[in-house]
C-alpha cells in the first residue's frame, strides 16, 4: 500500500467546476479521507477522520442536509 493520495471525482459529478475530490486510498493505512478542491488540486486539504466522512456521506444519501 502507498500513501500517496489517489485522487478522484464522483462519477456523479457534472463537470461544471463545483466538485470535490477525495483519495479514499488512505482509510486502511492512516484511518482518514482527504478532500480537495478540484478547481484547486495544488491548494489546501481537508483531511477527515473515516467515520466522519461516512457518517456525512449517508447523511447526502438521506437527504439530512441543508439545502
Known sequence: MTDTPRWFTSSYSENGGA???VAANLT???GVVPIRDS???T???LTVPVGA???FVA???GGDHAP
Open 59 to 61: 447523511a447526502v444519501k
Open 53 to 55: 466522512f461516512a457518517a
Open 43 to 45: 491548494g489546501p486539504t
Open 39 to 41: 478547481k484547486n488540486p
Open 19 to 21: 466538485c470535490i475530490e
Open 28 to 30: 486502511a493505512t492512516r
